[in-house]
């Protein structure tokens, strides 16, 4: 079970990679996943802000909770190193 704890050392690494390049991989139901480019711009004791570039000047906020990362709803990988955020 999650504690507090677990959110909050989660949520310490989010806050650590604030304007990295990232890649998500986010888990939209029956062996269904969707890879988008980004950048995190903010956290937020519950959410983190994600700034996805849609390409043709046109971007788009999506924000996330700390929980969707515990439960692998959702997947980031830094793409400076290629390493998984909670690996």
Known sequence: MAT??????IRKRVEANIGQSVTLRTHSGRK???TKQG????TYPSIFVVNIDCGKESERHVSY???DL???TVEITLDDSKQ???A
Do not use: N, P, Q
């Open 32 to 34: 269904k996943y969707y």
């Open 84 to 86: 998984g955020l909670l």
């Open 39 to 42: 950048k995190v711009i903010a």
């Open 65 to 67: 909770t700390y929980s």
């Open 4 to 9: 507090r704890a677990t959110l909050g050392s």
């Open 70 to 72: 515990l439960t692998s």
